[in-house]
């Protein structure tokens, strides 16, 4: 059985951001494990490739909720990366920290040490933030880009109607007045996607301690009288067991995380008898606490050209795609998204309850490929699936990301949020993983700890 000091289990934002720190000592042997494969298209590496990879199945999970009687019955489409890079590598760009606020609920909800000024200090050691000027700000591995300069002047009108109805309007939502309309900043580099495989992954596959393994499934977690020992993971050659010297760190998604430890026997007794699972730990709330955004789409006929205007003809997709090939430049070097901002749907609200978009282009966000005028549709976000609490009662691992009532395992994705963050959530998924990267840094030198729900 091959050994490693520490297993991560999958490539998306948060496994890269682990896989990179956890390896910069160049001793610690670090596997990482993705189902997916390679992140090397087109449409995954163009920006507005977004639209392209959304129901592409060769990178993408491509689930379908059951019907949902909240929301009239409707079964919603979640697109989830199956790809290096995870979901951050079919996204659409967007990065937003979160408010303030949604850190301060965290530690409110028993997340000891997850408030706004511990997590701010994480997002300024890992970005580096580039000005409309090319200045930069910090240097981090994470390139955060405001191309404001860049974008469709139809967005102009956007902003006019902000002034017209009072909204404020802010520089930056990642900056010290986070709340108005503003112009998103996006995850590109040199008119490319910066993802976190380009970020921090792949500076970390330099190093000889650190083995990645594409198209493998983690069929489980393996367990031993409480502490995680490896994984079982099928590949196309065959079924295959990896041991960890340290640590099991899950990072697969808000979807598989919490299947992939249930199958390990960790999650509702019930459930896992009835599955005809060995419990190894009861706890209800693995798989439970989901939370995702849930957005409304509104089409609507433009008096003048817009995007689809300029790539709506053959010609005019020629023309943009030299113009992109040659300069890495708008339109394709640019979101789909590229205004928007938080707001307040009523005055009576102590903070922003609401996040806008305007695009200058339309494509379909409908399984169907069928545009309605007025589409509810879910950004595809989901967290909180195993979340950070005090105790079992309420969550699945503890303020350090241990899973509670084992060793030597832990989640550290969106799956460990204690809610959801008011904006897109790769940005506070990648700021999770490097603080969980911090945590397990301070605890390599020292053996293993039962973690026992309080």
Same mark, same amino acid.
């Given at each position: ?152 002047? $139809?967005? &102009?009108?956007? @902003? !006019?109607?902000? %002034? *017209?109805?009072? /909204? ?68 196309? $050659?065959? &079924?295959?067991? @990896? !041991?960890?010297? %340290? *640590?099991?760190? /899950? ?204």
């Amino acid at each position: 059985m091959t050994e490693f000091d520490y297993i991560i289990v999958g490539a998306g934002s948060a496994g890269c951001v682990l896989a990179d720190r956890l390896s910069r000592d160049g001793t610690s042997s670090v596997l990482v494990v993705e189902a997916g494969g390679s992140d090397h298209n087109f449409w995954i590496q163009t920006p507005i490739g977004y639209g392209r990879t959304f129901f592409d199945p060769r990178v993408n999970w491509m689930y379908e909720t059951e019907i949902d009687p909240q929301t009239g019955t409707r079964s919603s489409y979640w697109p989830r990366g199956k790809v290096i890079g995870g979901s951050g590598s079919i996204n659409a760009l967007v990065y937003c920290r979160g408010l303030p606020d949604d850190f301060a609920d965290w530690e409110a909800q028993g997340a000891t040490g997850w408030g706004w000024d511990k997590v701010r200090a994480q997002y300024e050691a890992l970005e580096t933030r580039i000005g409309v000027d090319g200045s930069k700000i910090g240097n981090g591995p994470m390139h955060v880009n405001n191309v404001r300069r860049e974008i469709h002047h $139809s967005n &102009r009108h956007y @902003f !006019a109607m902000a %002034k *017209e109805m009072g /909204l404020p309007i802010t520089d930056d939502c990642n900056g010290p007045y986070p709340e108005g309309v503003t112009h998103y900043r996006i995850t590109t580099k040199g008119g490319r996607r910066w993802s976190c495989a380009d970020a921090f992954l792949r500076p970390a596959l330099k190093r000889r301690n650190v083995t990645l393994v594409t198209g493998a499934m983690v069929e489980r977690v393996t367990m031993l009288g409480g502490r995680a020992t490896g994984i079982s993971v099928l590949l196309k $050659s065959g &079924r295959q067991a @990896f !041991a960890a010297r %340290k *640590e099991v760190i /899950l990072a697969a998604g808000a979807v598989n995380l919490p299947k992939l430890l249930q199958l390990s026997g960790i999650g509702p007794g019930k459930l896992l008898h009835e599955l005809g699972i060995e419990i190894v730990r009861n706890n209800d709330n693995v798989g439970g606490n989901l939370q995702d955004h849930l957005g409304v789409n509104y089409y609507y006929k433009a008096t003048e050209p817009t995007l689809n205007s300029m790539l709506s003809p053959w010609w005019g997709k020629l023309l943009q795609g030299m113009r992109y090939i040659l300069t890495r430049r708008r339109p394709l070097g640019l979101s789909v998204n590229r205004c928007g901002g938080f707001v307040r749907s009523s005055t009576g609200l102590a903070r922003p309850d609401q996040q806008l978009y305007r695009n200058p282009v339309i494509y379909t966000t409908s399984p169907t490929y069928k545009r309605e005028i007025i589409n509810p549709d879910p950004f595809a976000g989901p967290v909180s699936t195993c979340r950070m609490g005090q105790s079992d009662a309420t969550a699945v691992v503890g303020s350090d990301l241990k899973v509670f009532g084992t060793q030597g395992l832990r989640v550290a994705d969106a799956s460990a949020f204690p809610s959801i963050t008011s904006g897109n959530t790769n940005a506070p998924t990648i700021t999770l993983a490097h603080r969980a990267a911090s945590l397990i840094l301070q605890d390599r030198s020292s053996g293993p700890v039962l973690v026992q729900s309080r």
